[in-house]
């Protein structure tokens, strides 16, 4: 990446951005079973700034159990192992824990990864090994049919002094996690129905109206960029800040 030429107060242009990450802060969440889900006794209505909106696409999705988390600093959540967690109390997540290290957090790709350069859905369909050729930005075209081997390299050599690295099943899951809490969208999030595989995309969820029974539902329609209020339901907070794709 080499030595950052900006100051506070500069300008950066879109062109000069090469990716995009997103911030994920140590945290735990309150364990409310320990997979008996038969436990569960109470579900949460989902809290969101469209509450009073009849038509809310949230609304339309129904009701959520909302996971509890707080954050914290290494110094002040620690590593907890799973024997340890007990229900009602808080569990460090195990995304941030990097071998001995505990961490305070770590970056994860906005977007899917796509294909520097590629001006078409084929030419980004490549299998090589070519770390200079990952971009994590908005509507660029997806890179696909590459085998995990060269999916894992290219991350490993993404930019080593940063320990980047292909994305791991618990760091996934504490994103997961994080959509359905206070922080999150809260409930389940649109899917990418671009047909040219571009990064960033949204199904826009038409409501329609049962003329029987009055009740409302949604029905998928066509695909909207990642900064429009159709996009926002692609992201894990239901905003422009989140995880996409």
């Not at 990864?113 to 930005?137: F, Q």
């Amino acid at each position: 990446m080499g030595k950052c030429r900006y100051g506070v107060g500069s300008k950066i242009e879109e062109d000069d951005i090469e990716s995009y990450f997103v911030w994920i802060p140590r945290y735990q969440y309150r364990i409310w079973d320990m997979g008996k889900y038969t436990t569960v006794n109470s579900i949460t209505s989902l809290q969101n700034s469209f509450v009073d909106n009849e038509t809310s696409y949230r609304r339309m999705f129904g009701n959520t159990r909302i996971i509890d988390i707080k954050f914290g600093s290494a110094d002040k959540i620690a590593r907890m192992n799973e024997s340890e967690a007990t229900i009602g109390e808080y569990y460090t997540h195990p995304a941030f824990s990097l071998g001995d290290k505990n961490l305070n957090g770590f970056w994860m790709g906005k977007f899917e990864t796509g294909y520097k350069g590629a001006k078409s859905k084929e030419e980004a369909s490549t299998n090589v090994e070519d770390k200079d050729s990952v971009i994590i930005k908005p509507n660029v075209y997806s890179w696909r049919g590459i085998v995990v081997k060269n999916i894992f390299m290219n991350s490993y050599n993404y930019e080593r002094g940063l320990d980047s690295h292909m994305l791991k099943n618990t760091e996934w899951g504490a994103v997961a996690y994080l959509s359905h809490s206070p922080y999150g969208i809260g409930t389940g999030i649109s899917v990418n129905n671009n047909s040219d595989y571009l990064t960033g995309y949204s199904t826009e969820m038409n409501i329609i109206q049962n003329s029987i029974t009055g009740n409302y539902g949604v029905a998928p329609s066509k695909t909207q960029p990642y900064n429009t209020l159709s996009g926002y339901l692609a992201s894990t907070t239901g905003n422009i800040t989140g995880v996409y794709d």
